[in-house]
């Protein structure tokens, strides 16, 4: 199955994903109201650049510990999912 980025990633954010992908940057912040894909948009850069770089890890911060599992877990988990990943990755809750 062959996912193309452009369709994951909205049309808004396809700069930043450029920059990102350049090494142009090493600090984003995303800017925009609620429902502008800041979150869709940050998880799949995340998932992309673990694979690009598997020497590396990523951690991923919230300031409320009892939503993790609801907010940024959910949301890497659905980035993996979105970008047709889901049997490269093992997913745990420890
Ligand atoms: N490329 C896209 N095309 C269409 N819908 C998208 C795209 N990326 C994300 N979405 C959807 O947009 C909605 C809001 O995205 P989200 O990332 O939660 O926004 P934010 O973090 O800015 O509030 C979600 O339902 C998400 O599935
Ligand atoms: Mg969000």
Known sequence: MTISLSEVLSPG???VH???RRGDVDEVVL???RGSTKSSFASVELVKLLLEHPE???VVL???ANTLRTSVYEQVAWAIG???LAG???LTVS
């Open 88 to 90: 490269r990755f093992e």
């Open 13 to 15: 954010l396809h700069e």
């Open 56 to 58: 590396c890890h990523a």
């Open 82 to 84: 979105a970008l047709g």
């Open 18 to 20: 450029r920059a990102v």
């Open 31 to 33: 800017a925009g109201g």
């Open 62 to 64: 919230r300031k409320v």
